[in-house]
């Protein structure tokens, strides 16, 4: 009896720390979700508010519009086109949004390490999209409620809650692609070559198009060297020391917008800034927003044919590209040149969409967006295509086509003998050996007498030492 009590006892015992632990758990989750709903975003408040209090003491209008300035900066770093005493300016600057974006990368990743099913990751993405909806529920409320005050029109509601959404759930996605993008691809069907095409057809096409913006930054620093007169003249519109630094820091947060246009016109597609036209065939200027950094806007080239010297940038890129994709199988050559080009056009696409937008009554900055895309599609493309030709014809691709068809046939043979047809391993086993072997390092002593060691740890010798 007493044996039966203990036992029982202790079975009470475990059932009340199961209970515990499983409690402590889901209060852990919970907790966790929470966290994830409201960190980056209550962050980003508080942040924006310090912005906004500085900005209404430095201008000495009070802080009756405070919660409408608040309202109103959540919406513009959402990408929220706003309407302001009627003139409506969707061309936002870039450089928060992206901060944004980062924060919201390396914050979610970590959090899904230790969620595997996808009802946890289900939870964990509606819990990083949750949080800031009702931030720009609030925000929204904020402009709606001081519209009265401020002349500022309420946005696109639809467009407010959407551009949330896109930007927590792909930062959120982002982050959580990072460790199980390749379970992904196997459970889409990616796997052997086509998994090495389309691994290296994204890498390749997102490196082209960050080739192509960075030679956009690199032209935007010539051109600020090239005009910087007109650049401090511009500067000089601030008046104070509040109106420098205002302009200054505005233009720095402009300033991938202006980037991404510049790339876009690298590529031959006509960029209208404002009044002015960025254009390699034919520029001209107008008038731009009152920004200094749009003063580098360039005019008629001092040379002509400057056009030729400019689209040496998207050739060059579409040149590295289609080195990148070579293989002696024509067929996969033009599949990673296919997915360089479409990978690579639909980052331009996004990073134009994003960077373009309407400046009031000056009319439209930035690119057409499916112009661009289409612009970089086609030099990849086509480009990459010639080069596929070329190295498809060389005497070595072909050689190594004929080896790899060698080993194809040969393998059929040695899999039909051994009873292993349908085994599609012993193949590509037999394929992947067409390549020479690297060969393993060999050792040698002085004497040459002693035979060949195939390791260093064969040379790793100690003497018998003898107890004292």
Same mark, same amino acid.
């Given at each position: 009896?007493?044996?039966?009590?203990?036992?029982?006892?202790?079975?009470?015992?475990?059932?009340?720390? *199961?209970?515990?632990?499983?409690?402590?758990?889901?209060?852990?989750?919970? +907790?966790?979700?929470?966290? *994830?709903?409201?960190?980056?975003?209550?962050?980003?408040?508080?942040?924006?508010?310090?912005?906004?209090?500085?900005?209404?003491?430095?201008?000495? #209008?009070?802080?009756?519009?405070?919660?409408?300035?608040?309202?109103?900066?959540?919406?513009?770093?959402?990408?929220?086109?706003?309407?302001?005493?009627?003139?409506?300016?969707?061309?936002?600057?870039?450089?928060?949004?992206?901060?944004?974006?980062?924060?919201?990368?390396?914050?979610?990743?970590? #959090?899904?390490?230790?969620?595997?099913?996808?009802?946890?990751?289900?939870?964990?993405?509606?819990?990083?999209?949750?949080?800031?909806?009702?931030?720009?529920?609030?925000?929204?409320?904020?402009?709606?409620?001081? #519209?009265?005050?401020?002349?500022?029109?309420?946005?696109?509601?639809?467009?407010?809650?959407?551009?949330?959404?896109?930007?927590?759930?792909?930062?959120?996605?982002?982050?959580?692609?990072?460790?199980?993008?390749?379970?992904?691809?196997?459970?889409?069907?990616?796997?052997?070559?086509?998994?090495?095409?389309?691994?290296?057809?994204?890498?390749?096409?997102?490196?082209?198009?960050?080739?192509?913006?960075?030679?956009?930054?690199?032209?935007?620093?010539?051109?600020?060297?090239?005009?910087?007169? /007109?650049?401090?003249?511009?500067?000089?519109?601030?008046? +104070?020391?509040?109106?420098?630094?205002?302009?200054?820091?505005?233009?720095?947060?402009?300033?991938?917008?202006?980037?991404?246009?510049?790339?876009?016109?690298? !590529?031959?597609?006509?960029?209208?800034?404002?009044?002015?036209?960025?254009?390699?065939?034919?520029?001209?200027?107008?008038?731009?927003?009152?920004?200094?950094?749009?003063?580098?806007?360039?005019?008629?080239?001092?040379?002509?044919?400057?056009?030729?010297?400019?689209?040496?940038?998207?050739?060059?890129?579409?040149?590295?590209?289609?080195?990148?994709?070579?293989?002696?199988?024509?067929?996969?050559?033009?599949?990673?040149? /296919?997915?360089?080009?479409?990978?690579?056009?639909?980052?331009?696409?996004?990073?134009?969409?994003?960077?373009?937008?309407?400046?009031?009554?000056?009319?439209?900055?930035?690119?057409?967006?499916?112009?661009?895309?289409?612009?970089?599609?086609?030099?990849? !493309?086509?480009?990459?295509?010639?080069?596929?030709?070329?190295?498809?014809?060389?005497?070595?691709?072909?050689?190594?086509?004929?080896?790899?068809?060698?080993?194809?046939?040969?393998?059929?043979?040695?899999?039909?003998?051994?009873?292993?047809?349908?085994?599609?391993?012993?193949? !590509?086993?037999?394929?992947?050996?067409?390549?020479?072997?690297?060969?393993?390092?060999?050792?040698?002593?002085?004497?040459?007498?002693?035979?060949?060691?195939?390791?260093?740890?064969?040379?790793?010798?100690?003497?018998?030492?003898?107890?004292?």
């Amino acid at each position: 009896m007493a044996a039966r009590n203990v036992s029982l006892a202790a079975r009470l015992r475990h059932a009340r720390q *199961v209970q515990r632990d499983r409690a402590q758990a889901t209060a852990g989750t919970a +907790r966790e979700l929470v966290i *994830v709903a409201f960190a980056v975003p209550l962050a980003t408040l508080l942040l924006l508010a310090v912005i906004a209090a500085i900005t209404l003491g430095l201008s000495g #209008s009070g802080f009756g519009a405070f919660g409408t300035v608040l309202g109103s900066a959540w919406l513009c770093l959402h990408q929220v086109p706003l309407s302001i005493g009627g003139v409506k300016i969707s061309a936002l600057p870039l450089v928060p949004t992206i901060a944004l974006l980062v924060a919201v990368f390396r914050y979610t990743g970590p #959090s899904a390490r230790l969620r595997t099913t996808p009802a946890d990751l289900g939870a964990l993405v509606g819990a990083a999209v949750g949080g800031p909806l009702l931030i720009t529920a609030l925000a929204y409320a904020l402009v709606l409620d001081g #519209s009265s005050v401020v002349p500022v029109n309420p946005p696109n509601a639809l467009w407010a809650f959407g551009a949330t959404v896109l930007i927590y759930g792909l930062g959120t996605i982002a982050g959580i692609a990072r460790r199980d993008w390749r379970d992904w691809c196997a459970q889409a069907g990616l796997t052997g070559e086509r998994f090495d095409d389309a691994v290296a057809g994204v890498r390749t096409g997102v490196l082209a198009a960050l080739m192509l913006i960075g030679a956009g930054g690199v032209v935007v620093c010539v051109l600020l060297a090239a005009n910087w007169p /007109a650049v401090t003249r511009a500067m000089a519109g601030g008046n +104070r020391f509040d109106g420098y630094l205002g302009l200054t820091l505005v233009s720095l947060l402009y300033l991938p917008n202006l980037v991404v246009d510049v790339a876009g016109a690298l !590529l031959g597609v006509p960029v209208p800034l404002g009044g002015a036209m960025i254009d390699v065939f034919n520029p001209h200027t107008g008038s731009v927003p009152a920004l200094p950094i749009t003063a580098i806007a360039p005019g008629p080239p001092p040379i002509r044919y400057l056009w030729a010297v400019v689209l040496v940038v998207p050739l060059a890129v579409a040149i590295w590209a289609g080195l990148r994709a070579r293989h002696y199988d024509p067929l996969r050559n033009l599949r990673r040149v /296919a997915i360089i080009a479409a990978v690579a056009a639909v980052v331009m696409f996004v990073a134009t969409l994003a960077a373009a937008g309407t400046v009031g009554e000056l009319g439209r900055a930035g690119g057409q967006a499916p112009t661009v895309a289409l612009f970089t599609f086609g030099w990849v !493309l086509v480009v990459g295509a010639v080069i596929a030709l070329l190295h498809g014809s060389r005497e070595e691709t072909k050689a190594q086509r004929s080896a790899a068809a060698a080993a194809l046939a040969s393998s059929a043979v040695v899999g039909h003998e051994d009873g292993f047809d349908d085994d599609p391993t012993v193949v !590509l086993a037999v394929v992947e050996d067409v390549e020479p072997e690297v060969p393993t390092p060999a050792f040698y002593r002085p004497d040459g007498d002693t035979p060949v060691v195939d390791d260093v740890e064969d040379l790793m010798f100690f003497d018998d030492i003898a107890p004292d």
